[in-house]
Structures are given as structure tokens and as C-alpha cells.
């Protein structure tokens, strides 16, 4: 379900993306796969909706790249590990 609130940002992006540089080719597969996933249900790039902002994702962990393929392929084990990791 699309929050209302999330509507003029959602209607911005498209905007947006439509007089921006043209995507390279894998970019439009990520978007398509994020739109097909219905990542954007939860996740609004640039604002914090029911899903935390995806900016700077790779920055925020180690391994960023790796962290977020394990992370999407298996959400449940990630987050495990990272209970651990703040009870050490
Ligand atoms: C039902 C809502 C929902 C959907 C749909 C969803 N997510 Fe999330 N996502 C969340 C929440 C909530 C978190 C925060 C989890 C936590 O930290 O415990 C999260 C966290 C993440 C993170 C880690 C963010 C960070 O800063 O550490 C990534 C990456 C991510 N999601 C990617 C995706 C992708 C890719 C999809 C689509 C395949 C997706 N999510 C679909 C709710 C969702």
C-alpha cells in the first residue's frame, strides 16, 4: 500500500527520472527488480517510510555490496547477526 504522504515524493521521482541523464543499463535492471520486488511498498529512496531510507546502504556496513546481497537473500540471518553483534 502507497502512504499518501509518499505520493508527491513518489510523483517527484518520476519527474525526476524522466529529465535526468539517462540510466545505464544495469541501473534500469535494479530499478526494475526494486519495483518488480515491491521493495518500494516499504522503501522510498531519500525519506525514511515503513522501510528505513536505502541511501547510503552500502556505506553503512562492511562489505557493503556483499552485505546487501546476503541481506536481500536472506533478511532473517542478517539481522540474526547483527543481534548478536550488539549483545557481545
Ligand atoms: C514489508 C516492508 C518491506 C519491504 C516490502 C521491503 N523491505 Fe527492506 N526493510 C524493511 C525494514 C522494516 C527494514 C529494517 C530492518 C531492520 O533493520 O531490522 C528493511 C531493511 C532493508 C535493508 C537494510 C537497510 C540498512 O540500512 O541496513 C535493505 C538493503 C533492504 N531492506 C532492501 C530491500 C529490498 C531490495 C526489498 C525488495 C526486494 C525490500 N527491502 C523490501 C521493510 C521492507
Known amino acids: 500500500m502507497v502512504k499518501t504522504a ?3 515524493i513518489r ?3 518520476l519527474l525526476v527520472t524522466k529529465i535526468a541523464t539517462p540510466m545505464s543499463e544495469a541501473a534500469k535492471r535494479g530499478k526494475d527488480a526494486f519495483l518488480e ?3 518500494n511498498g516499504c522503501h522510498v529512496v531519500g525519506k525514511v517510510s515503513s522501510g528505513p531510507d536505502l541511501v547510503g ?3 553503512r556496513h562492511e562489505n557493503g555490496e556483499k552485505w ?3 541481506f536481500v537473500l536472506d533478511p ?3 539481522i540474526q547477526r547483527a543481534l548478536c553483534r550488539c549483545y557481545d
Open 6 to 8: 509518499d505520493v508527491g
Open 11 to 13: 510523483a517527484k521521482d
Open 37 to 39: 520486488g515491491g521493495c
Open 57 to 59: 546502504v552500502l556505506q
Open 68 to 70: 546487501v546481497k546476503e
Open 76 to 78: 532473517a540471518t542478517q
